[in-house]
């Protein structure tokens, strides 16, 4: 039972670069989301789905796109890393109704 | 200001103390997350409640609706109990979401 797997674990990029994380849950879960946790600032939310082929804008959208092609998956897409993304990113999900979050290990990505 | 605040920011403490941690928010809530980071690690759902108190091992965790708090308690503390621990709200305006206090940063010395 995995329950919440984000790959990959830290990358570096380039300023312009583009890149995709991936997170993948393995239960079932209706809802998923995207976060950026950044020092001194709570979890911040970018995108969440709540079905899938469904996505939805969160707190921080700008510069990010989501996918959710597969129940499954949920995708955070970068077009053109700025350092401003330089951030550990969380993914989560839940079933639907008032359940605890399961939450991935996050990724930490670095701009340069 | 904050829609959910936590405090203290960093609280340090030695093995065996009775530790507790304050979250209060301004928004009208359906649930409340108090979850835990380990230094470079993953979050961890610790409890989930809406009304009174939960516990689980040394960890308890109450809420007064009323009074818009919540507290969470940790009995006979540990070091490896040091860790962040984050609030969040599910707000009833928008279950879709949780909205995070930024942390309280806790160090249990032996």
């Known amino acids: 039972n995995a329950g919440v797997t984000q790959t990959p674990k830290f990358r570096v990029l380039k300023t312009g670069q583009s890149m995709t994380l991936l997170c993948a849950q393995d239960?079932?879960?209706?809802?998923m989301y995207w976060y950026r946790q950044d020092p001194g600032m709570g979890l911040r939310l970018i995108h969440y789905?709540?079905?899938?082929?469904?996505?939805a804008k969160g707190e921080v959208p700008d510069g990010y796109n989501v996918s959710r092609l597969k129940k499954q998956n949920f995708l955070l897409g970068l077009e053109s890393a700025a350092p401003s993304q330089t951030s550990v990113y969380f993914c989560?999900?839940?079933?639907?109704?008032?359940?605890?979050?399961?939450f991935g290990s996050g990724t930490r990505l670095t701009v340069v | 200001k904050n829609e959910v605040e936590q405090s203290p920011q960093n609280l340090t403490a030695q093995e065996g103390e009775f530790i507790t941690i304050n979250c209060s928010y301004s928004?009208?809530?359906?649930?409340l997350h108090w979850l835990q980071q380990h230094p470079g690690g993953g979050i961890v759902s610790l409890f989930m409640?809406?009304?009174g108190k939960k516990k689980h091992g040394r960890l308890i965790a109450t809420i007064n609706i009323q009074e818009k708090h919540s507290s969470l308690h940790i009995t006979a503390s540990h070091p490896r109990d040091s860790a962040v621990y984050i609030c969040?709200?599910?707000?009833?305006?928008?279950?879709?979401?949780?909205?995070f206090g930024t942390g309280t940063r806790l160090q249990v010395f032996p």
């Open positions: 989560a999900s839940r079933r639907q109704g008032f359940d605890g979050y399961t």
């Open positions: 239960m079932n879960h209706e809802y």
């Open positions: 789905s709540v079905g899938e082929g469904t996505t």
């Open positions: 928004v009208g809530i359906s649930a």
């Open positions: 409640l809406s009304s």
């Open positions: 969040a709200v599910i707000p009833r305006r928008n279950t879709d979401k949780l909205i």
